[in-house]
Structure formats: structure tokens, C-alpha cells
């Protein structure tokens, strides 16, 4: 299950699905949960993790400055308050970051379509 930020989010993601939507692991999201405050999930009975629409906003910003851009925790921290200061335009980061997507689904249709044609010339 990829993110999809244009899909309809039910109102919690367990840690496991937030984990597969990112593809990254449970662990990483609990430390980024520590390193970055905005990111705060509900905990339900025994600790168990819930996370709502806007929790998952800003795994995506942290992913995006982390995993793709390459930047430490600390790196991505200061650029997330100067989004959030309104001194980076949100409007550019979010088009950046669709942009990425987008060129990842082109990558996994040409991949898929590689796959086929060489089934086919088998």
C-alpha cells in the first residue's frame, strides 16, 4: 500500500501501515516520532500506535527530506520549521514531492512493462 495523498484516509493507520506506505519499519517511524515532535500518534490501549491524516503529513515531509532528499534528522528538522515558519513555499515543497511520486509510478509501469515484454520474448 503506497502513500497516496489524493486517496481518502480513514480516520487511523496502525504503525504497520504506516511503515508499508513509506516503506520503511516500524522502528524508524518510533524514532522519527522521538526526533521530530509534530509527529505525534494516538496510543490506544497498551501503547498500540494510531496514526491520523495529519501524522501522516508530516511522516511524508520527513520522509521526503530525509529519504529522498539525503538530508540528517537535524538538517530536515530546520527545513521542516522553515516550511512551517512560512519561509519556504509549502506550495513548492508539496508540488517537488508529487513530482517524485509521479516519477515513481512512471518507473514502476515502465518496470512492469519491461517485465511483460521480456516474458513475451521468452
Do not use: C
Not at 504506516?18 to 524514532?31: C, D, H, K, P, Q
Not at 512560512?86 to 512492469?112: C, F, P, W, Y
Amino acid at each position: 500500500m503506497a502513500y497516496n495523498a489524493n486517496k481518502d484516509l480513514k480516520t487511523f493507520y496502525s504503525i504497520a501501515e504506516v511503515a508499508e506506505m513509506f516503506n520503511v519499519s516500524g522502528s524508524l517511524l518510533r524514532y522519527w516520532e522521538s526526533m521530530f515532535p509534530n509527529i505525534s500518534p494516538q496510543k490506544a490501549g497498551r501503547g498500540i500506535r494510531q496514526y491520523s491524516k495529519d501524522d501522516i503529513e508530516e511522516v511524508r515531509l520527513v520522509y521526503h527530506y530525509v529519504k529522498e532528499k539525503g538530508m540528517t534528522i537535524e538538517g530536515a528538522r530546520n527545513a521542516i520549521d522553515r516550511l512551517k515558519s512560512g519561509q519556504t513555499n509549502a506550495m513548492e515543497v508539496d508540488h517537488r514531492i508529487e513530482v517524485i511520486d509521479r516519477l515513481k509510478d512512471i518507473r514502476d509501469q515502465l518496470q512492469s512493462i519491461g517485465k511483460e515484454l521480456q516474458e513475451l520474448s521468452s
